[in-house]
């Protein structure tokens, strides 16, 4: 092969890969498989290998890593990175805007309203489109430089788009590095499975994994971005804060979709209750909101305090980590047995909801923590809802702090307990244990199972505590009359209660397997098989092969799966639920199998919030339609699905035609509403 032939090869290589990158690391819609890519960038290495000279400093290779560093250089920032004020209630912010009012002296002002990351800042230099410069926040004036890292991370553009908006001459680009919750949890899980130490929480692993002298670990840290903004700027004027986040996403940087912009202050206030109440939901961690003047020159006249700009200000969320003792560790046994420790604490105030309890997952956890009785540890409410002990205050310690040791035995029943092999799980091995009765009927009925009405946590332990309810099919035998003559239950409640156990005994085969409680077969697992086998018959037939060549099912649910139909107690509980009544239906499998439903072949892009369905559960019916789902808006989407404030993905649409769905619209077309 020729030098020219070479060149052309490699010229074409850079550009193709440089595509599929943006293509699946920022619009989430690639176009080629893994394998492929990998096979090319493979050729790529190779040739840039043999002729160095041909390597660019935007090169896909680039992303792999280099090798490491001796130590990290510094340099200043061109504008200081600075901090931002922080806020807690409505009245600052509202002193906020009065503050701004006054010294614009006019109420025209807009903000923009984006969510606070919990991440680790950077600023990306990019001169004539091409990165040259990547460094930490550092004291705000100084950073590390880190641009070999920053180079891995297939968010980040090697080289500006030249979009609908100009490529600036320089430019200092800022954003938050984030490693998503899902990855985040991944990544603990592989770290713990090789002997490694877990990280403690997602910004402590993305800060971590920047500060590598050796660039090739950081390349396999699954790390993001989200742009938010920009220091220096050279060769193009900005107008407002709202046109530097069309211009990030123009370069092709990830824009958060959730930002609100050019809104009054009055919208600001009730976008902070919109994100506290969309934090659940998202697969990275917010802590509040960030508030921004929009427009350039109203900043300008604003200026900046020593530290902190007056034109912009934090609006944080209630606290999520606080500080308190464990006075003692106890052990819950689960429906599948597991015994689990948890951790009686002092009461302590996080976020707003009194927090005594937290758990402590299993021995192993316990161990690598060196939790004791006495301690104190830091709490945090994960997802804000479960509370777990992140961490001891070791230095605390007064002496009086005892070690917790696994009982021998089930704490409940008595019997034997069994660490299971290659599993950190210690079980109670008596399946007629009543702790896990009572866990697996809550479970049954709980409100993403079959949602039996007015079966709660003490119904359920009172009906298991007279033995009125053994077995999942006995809910259905109880009769109006035996349940009025309950302690406290009363007429009126039993016949509500006899009328929800009616109507659940009509139940979809998703909600079913869902509800069986089968190890490690969750709502989308159930999901799946629904749509893939017609008939729960059909499912008990199939082998842990067949199961676990469905694609999205893992080797172990398969086993599980397939373990959980043969054994022959569970097969009896099925045959029992159907001569109790239980008629099963399966409009996913009649969905699935439909070739020319509307959704069929389709690209659609979510954004907004849906009221009436999760935006994962909608992703999930989609895919079962044979659509494509993808994360941002283009010529080729066919459909936009617009939910609570929707953002500039439905402006978007809208300028390229695309069809907009409202939620109603869209669960009309799903056979959902």
């Known amino acids: 092969m020729t030098n020219n032939a070479v060149k052309q090869e490699v010229i074409a290589l850079q550009r193709e890969l440089t595509d599929h990158s943006y293509r699946y690391h920022v619009l989430d819609d690639p176009v080629i498989d893994d394998e492929t890519y990998d096979k090319k960038l493979r050729r790529l290495m190779e040739l840039e290998a043999s002729h160095p000279e041909l390597q660019t400093p935007d090169s896909p290779t680039l992303r792999v890593g280099a090798p490491p560093l001796a130590d990290f250089q510094t340099a200043d920032h061109t504008l200081p990175m600075l901090s931002l004020d922080n806020a807690f209630t409505d009245e600052e912010i509202l002193a906020f805007h009065q503050r701004v009012v006054k010294a614009l002296d006019t109420e025209a002002i807009r903000y923009t309203v984006e969510p606070k990351l919990d991440g680790v800042a950077v600023e990306l230099t990019y001169e004539g489109g091409l990165l040259t410069l990547a460094t930490t926040r550092g004291d705000g004036r100084t950073g590390e430089v880190i641009t070999e890292n920053i180079r891995t991370i297939g968010q980040i553009p090697l080289t500006l788009n030249q979009g609908n908006i100009l490529v600036p001459d320089r430019i200092d680009v800022r954003g938050e590095i984030i490693i998503k919750t899902s990855d985040f949890e991944a990544l603990n899980r592989c770290r713990t499975e090789n002997g490694e130490t877990a990280f403690a929480n997602p910004r402590n692993a993305a800060a971590g994994s920047l500060r590598q002298l050796d660039s090739r670990i950081t390349a396999k840290r699954p790390l993001g971005i989200f742009a938010y903004g920009i220091g220096a700027v050279e060769g193009v004027q900005f107008t407002s804060q709202s046109q530097i986040l069309d211009a990030l996403e123009s370069f092709g940087f990830p824009v958060n979709s959730h930002v609100e912009k050019g809104v009054t202050m009055s919208r600001v206030l009730k976008v902070y209750e919109h994100y506290q109440a969309l934090r659940p939901d998202l697969d990275y961690e917010i802590d509040g909101t960030v508030i921004k003047v929009d427009e350039i020159r109203f900043q300008q006249v604003l200026g900046e305090k020593t530290k902190s700009p007056r034109w912009a200000i934090a609006y944080k969320f209630p606290a999520m980590e606080k500080t308190t003792t464990i006075t003692d560790i106890l052990v819950q046994v689960g429906r599948t047995g597991t015994l689990t420790p948890v951790a009686v604490l002092e009461p302590v105030n996080i976020g707003g909801v009194m927090v005594s309890r937290a758990t402590l997952h299993n021995e192993d956890e316990i161990r690598r923590k060196d939790i004791c009785i006495n301690d104190r540890v830091m709490v945090t409410r994960a997802g804000d809802v479960i509370p777990k002990v992140v961490t001891v205050v070791s230095a605390l310690r007064q002496g009086d702090e005892k070690r917790f040791e696994m009982p021998v035995s089930c704490p409940v029943c008595g019997s034997a307990v069994k660490r299971m092999p290659d599993e950190a799980a210690i079980k109670c091995i008596n399946a007629a244990c009543p702790a896990q009765i009572k866990e697996r009927i809550r479970h049954f009925v709980s409100k993403k199972a079959l949602d039996v009405d007015g079966l709660g946590k003490k119904q359920v332990q009172q009906l298991v505590d007279l033995g009125l309810v053994q077995t999942f099919a006995d809910l259905f035998l109880l009769g109006q009359e035996k349940l009025a003559a309950l302690p406290r239950m009363g007429d009126k409640s039993a016949a509500n209660l006899t009328a929800a156990l009616t109507a659940a005994k009509s139940v979809d085969l998703n909600r079913l397997i869902f509800a069986l409680g089968i190890d490690h077969t969750g709502e989308n697992a159930a999901r799946i098989l629904a749509s893939t086998y017609e008939t729960l018959h059909d499912l008990m037939a199939a082998s842990a092969d067949d199961l676990a060549g469905i694609h999205g ?17 569970n097969r009896q509980g099925i045959m029992a639920l159907e001569t109790a009544g239980v008629r099963i ?26 009221s009436r369905m999760a935006r994962s559960r909608a992703k999930t019916m989609l895919l079962e339609l044979g659509a494509k789902v993808t994360g941002s808006v283009s010529s080729k989407t066919d459909f936009l699905v617009a939910g609570e404030a929707a953002g500039s993905k439905l402006k978007k649409a809208e300028n390229l035609g695309v069809a907009v769905l409202d939620e109603a619209e869209f669960l009309s077309f799903l056979g959902a509403d």
């Open 585 to 610: 239906s399966n409009p996913l499998y009649a969905r699935a199998k439909t070739k020319d439903h509307p959704f069929s072949g389709k690209t659609i892009v979510l954004t907004g919030t849906l």
């Open 553 to 569: 099912l893992g080797k172990k649910t398969a086993a599980a799966i397939a373990g959980f139909f043969v054994n022959p107690q």
